[in-house]
């Protein structure tokens, strides 16, 4: 019975941490990428005001 367990458990830690870490690096990455967009449009805003 606690071999059950133990596999269950240790099972959905280890999901768990695999999910945690991919949403941590789209997180890093969709960051990135807002950040590069945004200094684009700041260094082409006198073309875009005019």
Do not use: D, P, Q
Not at 19 to 37: E, P, Q, R, Y
Request: proline share 0%; net charge positive.
């Amino acid at each position: 019975m606690n071999e059950k367990l133990y596999k269950s458990i240790n099972s959905t830690a280890v999901s768990s941490l695999v999910l945690g870490i991919c949403i941590l690096v789209t997180g890093i990455a969709s960051g990135v990428l807002l950040i590069v967009n945004g200094a684009r449009l700041l260094k082409h805003k006198s073309v875009i005001l005019l």
